[in-house]
């Protein structure tokens, strides 16, 4: 999904919004490799998940700081 034309914020908030959705992807993937027995595969899936989430705290952040500028 491009950004053209849209405000700093409009980027951020969808920015977490693409986010969530992936956060959740992740989750689910974690969630597929478990019931599916590939259990070897869910520390690395789940280190991935911990950075993601990292990092999607610090969009939030910047979401809200912008929000607080307005």
């Known amino acids: 999904m491009s950004g053209e034309g849209e405000t700093k914020l409009e980027m951020v908030q969808r920015h977490v919004r693409e986010g969530l959705r992936r956060l959740e992807r992740q989750r689910t993937l974690i969630s597929d490799l478990t019931r599916d027995g590939n259990r070897g595969l869910v520390p690395a899936a ?20 912008l929000l607080r500028e307005q």
């Open 46 to 65: 789940q280190r991935i998940l911990a950075a993601m989430e990292q990092y999607q705290a610090e969009v939030e952040q910047h979401l809200e700081k």
